[in-house]
């Protein structure tokens, strides 16, 4: 059987069944259609006919029974991307079937469905009625079940007699007796018979894993039930029970038990089912509806109850536990969530919910100011109960949780509507817009009202062509959903040929709530992506495995976005060996969010040369650039825009241009900005007299561009593209604060950010200044220099590559911090191909990606790269310094500390020589004083002989300390020089040679 076909059987809610009962399978067709009852048509395909069903049509089919039995149906069919919805009846009982769509009306596949149906002795009639459009019914097969295979419980059933098994689970010997043993995906399927009314039981599995810990799915008539908390067993000669599901109340008749497991060698001996004898509780609340806090059951102890006002409040210290009984008097499964009303006085609360014992997803909830002070929330996901009595337990994990109101409630579905709609990878398709070919650059969704999405981080990464793939699509994909958006995914990783780690996309949106929906393609094991945002997440870790060459998935992400600025999103792999595949995703707001009317802010409008009256006011009538110091101080009481536009020529730039005035404030600051008067607008262009294309060593280095004095204070340059310039596209020369240079495109320059004094001050710091969404290609010195006292530095989202740039004896550095530069932080970046070529091959190299100077202190380095750099890739030389999830790759000393360091999850692969002296190295100490360098996670792969992964220089002393990780070397090499010090932990995994 297909386990796409199994895994859609899934989706069914399990509702009173109807079966077939004959010695053999029967296959019904277009020829056992009684007309009376049919508005459904036939029509021949090939050598064959269909049943086509628009929505709302029927058929009628006869087929005769032997007697009163169970059958299960599989059905044969194509939708053309439609969900099959269907209505299925007989004499006796009808089943609610909703099924997965096929890619066309030629691609049929076979559908089973785990609700058997009963038939009567003699003529039965079986009524199919269509819910949905483009249902093409070849035949309906069904298939008598043995009573064998229907167990009637309490009963302890041996794992093999199932109804329903995959294919990657087999039944073998275990001494005497069977089990039954299941693959990574396995599924087994069980029909249990209940022959009492509402009756409630305790399900428990024998079974054994050889030490790798079960992960279950276990799914009873449309509930889902997963288990992450089993214990593993010592081999699969020991086993071990574990009560899974307790008090499950079952209907009279036929229920379905069906049971995946998530992970590799899981061997079940039996599944047993036992009459729950659970007491009649003294205390049961209907719900929906308010549970009185105090109407608990008798086994909660010593919980104190005080009054508040004209109510009465409980009160929880940490520890402690509360129970509740309520009643589902439904006869269906209902959706709930459960509100509280609490205080907690300066502490935030830690809340665990349970329902019948089994563990319900929580939301944080903040704390309050005072005992006095009551707010109420949303304590819980949505979760499911079924009908009858449940038992609810509340645990607090901290204490001074004071509660005064529960409710159970049914949520409320509010309808969601796509704001943004983008085939990441890939061309405008129906309503989605393409992000293809438009890195770094705003797409325009909606000209008249600026709305508009970025993308940045993937320039260089592939577009996956996946039109021919056979991709199964998961449950979480909507069944609205345009599939065409899975012909394409933006093809992701954590190495030097994917541009900056993971893709960032930002979306200009109000303040409000939305709903980030993430369509992505998985491949066959785990994977992990982290998500990063300027708003308020639910999900930050999102942890992905697919089961098919390609399988396609729907992350459904909250968001809450308070911040006056665009909504900011980042998707990055959680380690170098996980690529992300992103076929689209979609910002959706509620209905009923009100529209966002924000102010025309005070502009000007700038052209290179301007145009018509020159006021600035229109694009016809724009200011000349040249007068950009003056409108700058025009806004500087009140902050505004300077929009430069993009389709009136280059602005071509021969010297540079002192900037002297600044915005009103950090909130209000002065915005320089490309302004696009239609889609297929890109950046403004401004150009240099540097040489170009570059040559070598060339005399011609160009010009600076802007000069940023006393006064240029609160500015952001935002979407603007830098051609042939010298030291300084941004030169700071006096100081200044907040400066902000966003979806930056730079070319063939000296440096962009040139950090040096001008005139007769003593320094030119810069306080905060932030880099973000910059991309930096071919120079000879380096990305930016900053010197002084500059601090609060953010750089996040650069690609710096020099393109092996060379500047006479000059070499460059991606980032280069000087004198007292303090509290930096880098993330999201990658810094290449620094490179220095001196006359001597026997002389040293220089070439770093960041390099820092001894007096720089509290510098914070995450999730970036930096690779074929001739010298270091990392060369530190600060104080506190930290480094998180960096990857140095190919540089002839990967990484280098002259200072304490701490790092943790690093990845040092194989360092490379470009020339000069000096040996490759992984990790280094240097200088004459005596320091430690602390690496909590490492990963080390070389294949190369010649390599040392450990190195200390002058001084002997100074330790480098390995607490967990993997080394990988080529079995030849010395891991360290004979006098370095490295103290490895026992955790350490070595492949290869081991010290």
């Given amino acids: 059987m297909n386990k796409q076909i199994f895994k859609a059987a899934f989706f069914l809610m399990l509702l009173p069944i109807i079966s077939y009962a004959s010695s053999n399978d029967i296959v019904l067709t277009t020829a056992d259609i009684i007309q009376e009852g049919t508005s459904a048509t036939i029509h021949k395909r090939g050598s064959g006919t269909e049943l086509r069903f628009s929505k709302n049509r029927s058929a009628m089919f006869k087929v005769n029974s032997l007697g009163t039995s169970y059958h299960q149906l599989t059905l044969t069919y194509s939708s053309k991307k439609y969900t099959p919805q269907l209505t299925i009846k007989t004499e006796l009982t009808q089943l609610n079937v909703k099924a997965l769509p096929t890619k066309g009306h030629g691609n049929f596949t076979s559908y089973k469905v785990f609700e058997q149906i009963l038939l009567k002795p003699g003529v039965n009639h079986i009524h199919i009625e269509s819910l949905s459009h483009n249902f093409y019914l070849r035949n309906i097969r069904l298939k008598e079940l043995s009573s064998s295979i229907i167990h009637s419980i309490p009963k302890t059933i041996k794992s093999w007699e199932n109804s329903y098994k995959s294919p990657n689970v087999y039944k073998a010997a275990r001494g005497s007796s069977y089990e039954t043993r299941f693959g990574k995906g396995g599924e087994v399927n069980y029909s249990i018979n209940n022959l009492e009314e509402d009756a409630k039981y305790d399900v428990s599995v024998t079974y054994s894993s050889k030490n790798t810990t079960p992960k279950l799915d276990l799914r009873v008539n449309g509930m889902n039930f997963s288990h992450e908390d089993i214990e593993p067993t010592n081999g699969h000669g020991s086993s071990k029970t574990k009560l899974l599901l307790k008090g499950l109340v079952l209907k009279k008749g036929i229920s379905e038990l069906t049971l995946k497991s998530l992970g590799h060698n899981f061997y079940l001996k039996n599944i047993k089912f036992t009459k729950a004898e659970t007491p009649q509780p003294e205390k049961i609340t209907t719900v929906p509806g308010n549970i009185s806090v105090v109407a608990f059951s008798s086994n909660s102890k010593n919980i104190q109850i005080a009054n508040r006002g004209s109510s009465k409040e409980v009160r929880l210290k940490n520890g402690q536990t509360i129970e509740y009984f309520i009643e589902n008097k439904e006869e269906d499964p209902v959706d709930f969530q459960l509100d509280i009303q609490y205080s907690s006085a300066r502490t935030t609360p830690k809340i665990d919910i349970s329902i019948n014992d089994l563990e319900i997803e929580t939301n944080s909830i903040e704390k309050t100011n005072s005992h006095g002070d009551f707010l109420t929330r949303t304590l819980t996901k949505t979760f499911q109960l079924a009908p009858g009595i449940h038992k609810l337990n509340i645990k607090s994990r901290a204490n001074n949780l004071y509660f005064k109101k529960l409710k159970l409630a049914v949520p409320v579905i509010k309808k969601l509507i796509p704001l943004y709609q983008v085939n990441a990878g890939g ?3 129906g309503s989605w817009f393409g992000d293809k070919g438009r ?93 990063k945002s300027n708003a308020k997440l639910n999900k930050e870790i999102l942890n992905l495995a697919g089961e098919e060459k390609f399988t396609a998935k729907t992350i459904e992400i909250g968001i809450e976005h308070d911040a006056d600025e665009e909504l900011q999103i980042e998707i990055l792999p959680l380690s170098r060996d996980v690529t992300v595949l992103l076929a689209g995703l979609e910002v959706l707001v509620s209905d009923d969010t009100p529209e966002n009317h924000n102010e025309i802010p005070n502009r000007y409008i700038v052209s290179p040369k301007g145009t018509g009256n020159k006021s600035g006011t229109s694009p016809s009538n724009s200011r000349p650039f040249k007068d950009i110091n003056t409108l700058i101080g025009r806004l500087s009481s009140t902050g505004g825009e300077i929009l430069l536009l993009s389709n009136k020529g280059i602005y071509r730039i021969s010297s540079s241009i002192n900037i002297r005035n600044g915005g009103a404030s950090e909130d209000r600051p002065v915005i320089v900005k490309t302004f696009r008067e239609n889609n297929e607008s890109t950046k403004a262009i401004f150009k240099g007299t540097r040489q170009t294309p570059w040559i070598n060593n060339s005399n011609n280095t160009g010009n600076e561009f802007l000069r940023l004095m006393s006064g240029a204070n609160n500015l952001k340059f935002e979407d603007i593209q830098f051609e042939d310039f010298g030291n300084g596209i941004f030169r700071i020369g006096q100081p200044i604060s907040n400066l902000t240079l966003s979806k930056i495109r730079s070319k063939n320059f000296t440096r962009l950010v040139e950090n040096y004094k001008s005139g007769s001050v003593s320094h030119a710091s810069v306080v905060r200044l932030k880099l973000e969404n910059i991309e930096a290609l071919g120079y000879t010195r380096g990305v930016i220099r900053l010197k002084y006292n500059s601090k609060n530095i953010k750089i996040n989202n650069l690609l710096g590559d020099s393109e092996q740039q060379l500047d006479q004896s000059s070499f460059p550095m991606g980032i280069a911090l000087d004198d007292y530069v303090s509290n930096v932080n880098i993330s999201n970046s990658l810094l290449k191909n620094h490179r220095q070529q001196r006359s001597s091959s026997s002389s040293y190299f220089n070439g770093d990606g960041i390099a820092t100077e001894s007096k720089v202190d509290d510098v914070n380095i995450v999730d970036t790269i930096s690779s074929g750099n001739s010298d270091g890739g990392f060369d530190l030389k600060s104080t506190n310094t930290n480094l998180l999830r960096t990857i140095a790759s190919n540089n002839k000393r990967n990484y280098r500390f002259w200072n304490p360091a701490s790092l943790s999850s690093v990845t040092s692969l194989n360092p490379q020589k470009f020339g000069g002296g000096g040996n490759k190295v992984h990790f280094g100490a240097y200088g004459s004083r005596s320091f430690n360098v602390t690496i909590e996670g490492v990963n080390v792969i070389d294949t190369d002989s010649n390599s040392r992964v450990f190195s200390v220089g002058e001084n002997k002393n100074s330790r480098i300390i390995i607490n967990s990780g993997v080394i990988q070397t080529n079995e030849n090499p010395d891991l360290r020089d004979s006098h370095t010090r490295v103290e490895f932990s026992p955790e350490i995994i070595f492949k290869g040679n081991n010290p």
């Fill in 439 to 531: 890195n770094n650059e705003i797409t325009f969704t909606d000209l008249d009202t600026k709305q508009s999405f970025y993308t940045f981080g993937n320039a260089t990464s592939k577009e996956l062509d996946l039109s021919n793939a056979d991709i199964y699509f998961d449950n979480s994909v909507p069944r609205e959903l345009n599939l065409d958006i899975f012909k394409s995914a933006r093809q992701d990783r954590l190495d030097e040929q994917h541009s900056t780690p993971g893709v960032f996309y930002e979306f200009k949106v109000p303040k409000g709530n939305y709903q980030l929906n993430l369509h992505l393609v998985t491949t066959p094991g785990a994977t992990q992506l982290r998500l």
């Fill in 427 to 429: 061309n405008n398709t």
